[in-house]
Each structure stands twice: as structure tokens, then as C-alpha cells.
């Protein structure tokens, strides 16, 4: 599996950016997608994920900020990130998450740089 994102950039606070996530290969019809990040010096943390379902789960602090979708049929995930703020500074990954005939697995896509700055 192949997680290609794109999206990242600089971003003055308060403005809006949108993360893509395209997924290739070997990819079951029931998995999560979503997106962490890694903010300096800290540990990647979920952002927001989304079930094939159409479940979703968000951090406390991107509630109501940050929307997570998908498309099945094309295998993507999107985060739509509106009121950034400079906390919001993180490396932030693309994750795939399905089980497969060795567990549960975890694919991750390079990370894609945002930064909130004025």
C-alpha cells in the first residue's frame, strides 16, 4: 500500500488549507483513513480519522475546525483545515490503517509540511 499526500504549505493564522491523500495497492474495502501529526518535539497524535463507514473521530483540539472525508471508490482522504492556528504547525501524515493477513496494519504516507505563521 501507497499513500501519496500533497497539500502542505505556509498559512497565515486564522486561514483555511486541504491535505489530500491518494492510496494505492492492495487496499480492503474496510479500513480507517485519517491524518496525524508532529508537531516539534512531540510525539504524532491523531488528527482526525474516518471509517470507510463514514465514522469519524477527531482530536479535542481540531473539533470543529477540521473536516476529514473520504471517497471509496478513488481510495482518498481529505482534511479540510479552516481557523489555523500556530499550534497548528506540524509535519502531518496520511494514514491507512486495514486488517490484513498479519494483523492489523498501519500504512503511512510521507508527511506533508504545514505551517502557521504571519
Known amino acids: 500500500v501507497q499513500l501519496q499526500a500533497s497539500g502542505g504549505g505556509l498559512v497565515q493564522p486564522g486561514g483555511s488549507l486541504r491535505l489530500s491523500c491518494a492510496a494505492s495497492?492492495?487496499?480492503?474495502?474496510?479500513?480507517?483513513m485519517g491524518w496525524y501529526r508532529q508537531g516539534p518535539g512531540q510525539q504524532r497524535a491523531l488528527v482526525a480519522s474516518?471509517?470507510?463507514?463514514?465514522?469519524?473521530n477527531y482530536a479535542d483540539s481540531v473539533k470543529g475546525r477540521f473536516t476529514v472525508s473520504r471517497d471509496n471508490a478513488k481510495n482518498t482522504v481529505s482534511l479540510q483545515m479552516n481557523g489555523l492556528k500556530p499550534d497548528d504547525t506540524a509535519v502531518y501524515y496520511c494514514?491507512?490503517?486495514?486488517?490484513?493477513?498479519?494483523?492489523?496494519?498501519?500504512?503511512w504516507g510521507e508527511g506533508t509540511l504545514v505551517t502557521v505563521s504571519s
Open positions: 494514514n491507512l490503517r486495514q486488517r490484513m493477513d498479519q494483523g492489523l496494519l498501519d500504512f
Open positions: 474516518i471509517a470507510n463507514s463514514g465514522g469519524t
Open positions: 495497492g492492495l487496499i480492503y474495502s474496510i479500513n480507517t
